[in-house]
């Protein structure tokens, strides 16, 4: 008998079977393409053999969540750990194909967990010029017997040139005002709304206002390193515009597709395997109608746990 979820659960599980119509409408890529061939679509395949097809320097903005340096299944697709070497070798290979695709005023994103950020970071700044480390907070995580739980996340930030985009003030976090200071009785530097007193600050490469999905949330999925929407946004608004196109070659669930969607950017993606490749293309068809992306709403990225990001999830 099958298991049912619970009413609030909007866990995205769609078996390949039960979604082998959204497997069809991805396409694969075994010849050399013009960017019209794939913009806007899903590529099923693998990264390392499909991207020497397509154009070159056609990326606006790069966001890439490579394997760790862990042993994880991928939706049957395994990757094992291997020594430091071997895994520089991995992120060296990888990293070389993609930097043609990007812009000469592009910019790119790699996410990496602590152990494998020391390598990335290393490798970036051989191919790209190095602006930043974003560091957020997952929030979630497993403790250990003998180590400091792991509860950060790195993200590199990087440019192909010096002329590049970044949108400040599309990326500034609204907080709540605790001591409201005010001249000539008017609030200086924040804003009095109905739902509280709010300043929108300046973001740091410090992220504390992130949350995993989880099981109620409609963007959450089965897989197992799923990225969340805001954290997504954040850096899309930031060093893209509307129109740009966004390449990601490693899609999983096709957070960073789905996000720039939202937003009105076009994209790319690479996704090997099927199973992830159904649930990306369901939510990149969800989000033609809802483009609601949460903790972010009118404009505005709220710090987690603000009434207003509460009415908006």
């Keep these: 008998m099958p ?3 619970a009413p609030r659960n909007k866990t995205i599980d769609t078996t390949v079977e039960e979604g082998k119509a959204l497997l069809e409408r991805c396409i694969r890529v075994e010849h050399d393409v013009a960017l019209g061939d794939v913009l806007d679509r899903l590529i099923l395949g693998d990264s390392l053999e499909v991207i020497p097809h397509l154009p070159s320097g056609f990326a606006d903005l790069i966001i890439a969540d490579p394997p760790y340096n862990l042993y994880k ?6 990757f094992a750990r291997r020594d430091p070497a071997a895994y520089e070798k991995y992120t060296r290979a990888w990293l070389s194909i993609v930097a043609p695709l ?3 005023d592009g910019s790119i994103y790699v996410c990496c967990d602590w152990e494998s950020s020391l390598v990335i970071g290393k490798v970036m700044g051989e191919m790209f010029n190095v602006r930043n480390r974003i560091t957020w907070q997952r929030e979630k995580g497993r403790g250990a017997t003998s180590n400091w739980k792991n509860g950060m996340e ?3 930030y990087a440019t192909a040139g010096s002329d590049f985009t970044f949108n400040l003030d599309d990326v500034k976090l609204r907080r709540r005002v605790i001591a409201p200071y005010r001249e000539g009785g008017k609030p200086k530097d924040w804003q009095e709304t109905g739902a509280g007193n709010f300043r929108d600050t300046c973001p740091s ?3 504390d206002d992130i949350s995993i999905p989880f099981w109620s949330m409609p963007e959450n999925t089965a897989h197992p390193t799923q990225k969340p929407e805001k954290l997504l946004a954040k850096l899309i608004l930031a060093s893209s515009n509307p129109g740009d196109v966004v390449f990601d070659p490693f899609a999983g669930s096709g957070s960073a597709l789905v996000t720039a969607s939202k937003l009105g950017r076009s994209y790319v993606g690479i996704e090997i395997s099927d ?3 159904v649930w990306a293309q369901e939510r990149l068809e969800r ?4 483009r609601t992306i949460q903790g972010y709403a009118d404009g505005v990225f709220w710090e987690r746990n603000t ?3 509460q009415k908006n999830k």
């Design 73 to 78: 299944d991928f939706g049957g697709k395994k």
């Design 275 to 277: 199973q992830y490749c």
């Design 102 to 104: 990007l812009k000469p």
């Design 154 to 156: 790195d993200i590199w």
């Design 3 to 5: 298991e049912h979820k």
């Design 205 to 207: 490469n410090f992220w």
């Design 287 to 290: 989000a033609v109608s809802d």
């Design 307 to 309: 009434f207003a990001n």
